[in-house]
């Protein structure tokens, strides 16, 4: 079974420009997840889909940050214009979506993002 | 709201010494609780979950962690180290109320010396 799967591995890119990350995830999933991890903390949700729909985005900077998953599989993070605070790895998951807490969330690799 | 303690960013073992790795937990009512293990450059790996079954959980690799309702803990422990459990491991917490994200603790790195 192929796991989630995330690109690019690593940007770097200069303040105020802007960058997207594309995730894949395992199929069949209907909830993905997108994390950001500061080095040195642990992963903090920045958004939660339920198929194509948002079901929390409560801490995702909006000014700046944007996601979407169109179709119900892919997803697409962007931010624009970045920050220097914004440097960090960005975690995409997936899990069945059957809306059971206990369930599984499998983590793709990360992209590492360095904002000069 | 949920939060998750790990005490000791870093600990190190020798080879073949027990693992013990803490975990404690806020919560009023008992959340499901999971251990994940982060190796260099790659995604986190499920190591073991706690769902309520079974207080006394094991995992992979020889991981094990028993849940403590008393004292809001769910330690990870390992009877005998390995160079390959070198890696950073986190706690994490989800709150059967507020849904299905984790909420993650900051992380300790275990190293292991030969």
């Known amino acids: 079974e192929a796991g989630v799967a995330q690109s690019p591995r690593y940007k770097i890119i200069e303040k105020r420009q802007s960058v997207a990350f594309w995730c894949n995830p395992i199929?069949?999933?209907?909830?993905l997840y997108w994390y950001q991890q500061i080095l040195g903390q642990g992963p903090k949700l920045l958004i939660q889909?339920?198929?194509?729909?948002?079901?929390?985005d409560s801490q995702l900077p909006k000014d700046r940050f944007s996601a979407e998953r169109l179709k119900g599989v892919d997803s697409t993070l962007k931010i624009q214009p970045a920050k220097l605070e914004d440097s960090a790895v960005y975690l995409c998951?997936?899990?069945?979506?059957?809306?059971?807490?206990?369930?599984?969330?499998?983590f793709g690799p990360g992209t590492r993002l360095l904002v000069l | 709201a949920q939060s998750v303690t790990q005490l000791g960013s870093h600990v190190s073992v020798s080879e073949g010494a027990l693992v013990l790795l803490r975990c404690n937990y806020s919560?009023?009512?008992?959340?499901?609780l999971f251990w994940y293990v982060q190796y260099p450059n790659q995604g986190l790996q499920l190591l073991l979950k706690?769902?309520?079954?079974?207080?006394l959980v094991k995992g992979i690799n020889g991981f094990e962690a028993e849940f403590k309702k008393s004292e809001t803990s769910f330690h990870l422990t390992k009877p005998s180290a390995h160079m390959s459990d070198a890696a950073e491991y986190f706690c994490?917490?989800?709150?059967?109320?507020?849904?299905?994200?984790?909420?993650f603790g900051k992380g300790t790195t275990l190293s292991v010396s030969s």
């Open positions: 994490a917490v989800s709150d059967r109320k507020a849904g299905t994200a984790l909420i």
């Open positions: 919560s009023s009512v008992p959340p499901y």
């Open positions: 199929s069949g999933h209907a909830t």
């Open positions: 706690y769902t309520s079954a079974a207080t």
């Open positions: 889909f339920q198929n194509n729909g948002v079901v929390d």
């Open positions: 998951a997936s899990s069945l979506g059957q809306g059971r807490s206990q369930e599984t969330q499998y």
